[in-house]
């Protein structure tokens, strides 16, 4: 009868439970270098708008200037959307029905993705043509109206700023919701760059974002060449 026990012991408590949690076997490149830094330089320029915008003192000169880092950053973007590493081009955005394997954005990531560069882009927008009448005139305001120029300041102040404090909001808490409720961590790749990959999707090694010497040193130009375009149109507005 012991011996008897012992065996039916033995039988229901196997020497190995599969694990629920998915095995990664490998990991792939997601977010090249060039998107990364975009990535935290922006939100550094955002932090810095808002303290400029809110700090005791003037502190306008530094808006104005984060401001024109923003657009460089922002036309940076567009032109890496279209020439970057695989996951960061805009037509990659979306996945593809049909496709085992997206690495990139989920499709209300990447709508969040485009609602918040539109938001910034219009941020942007009504404060190079805006003027409050105490401290700022945009450098595009001479060539405006005058009407037109105040009600892109109201936006500035009003509905464009606290939409964009909302989208923030919206992202961070997606973050959240899918750090501790789905168990994936999306900061993580935005700072090393990699991906995970689950056992049997191998096959995504193959549209690894590129990234290489050269294809920085082309992200360094394309920066390069934005920055001047901004500095070029500041001073020719001004």
């Known amino acids: ?12 408590t196997p020497s190995h439970i599969p694990s629920p949690t998915p095995q990664h076997s490998a990991s792939v490149r997601v977010w090249d270098l060039p998107t990364r830094f975009f990535h935290w330089l922006l939100l550094a320029c955002v932090i810095g708008l808002f303290a ?3 700090a005791p003192g003037s502190w306008i000169d530094w808006h104005a200037r984060l401001g024109y880092a923003l657009l460089t950053l922002l036309l940076f973007r ?23 394997v997206s690495l990139g954005h989920t499709l209300s990531g990447a709508l969040a993705v485009a609602a918040m560069l539109l938001a910034l882009i219009a941020q942007v ?6 003027d409050d009448e105490i401290a700022f005139t945009g450098p595009l305001n001479r060539y405006i109206s005058t009407d037109l120029g105040l009600a892109a300041t109201a936006w500035h102040k009003g509905v464009g700023q606290w939409l964009l404090v909302g989208l923030i909001a919206l992202h961070l808490s997606a973050i959240a919701f899918y ?11 935005m700072v090393h ?29 394309v920066l390069g060449g934005c920055a001047g375009a901004v500095t070029l149109m500041v001073r020719l507005a001004s």
């Open 52 to 54: 400029t915008a809110y």
């Open 78 to 100: 567009l032109v890496w959307g279209v020439i970057g590493g695989h996951w960061s081009r805009f037509i990659h955005f979306v996945p593809r029905s049909g496709s085992s």
């Open 179 to 189: 750090s501790f409720v789905r168990r994936n961590n999306l900061v993580g790749p």
């Open 193 to 221: 760059g990699d991906k995970p990959l689950p056992d049997g999707a191998q096959e995504a090694v193959s549209v690894a974002s590129r990234d290489t010497t050269g294809s920085r040193l082309l992200a360094l130009a």
């Open 125 to 130: 927008t009504t404060g190079l043509v805006g």
């Open 1 to 12: 009868m012991k011996g008897t026990t012992n065996l039916c012991i033995r039988s229901v």
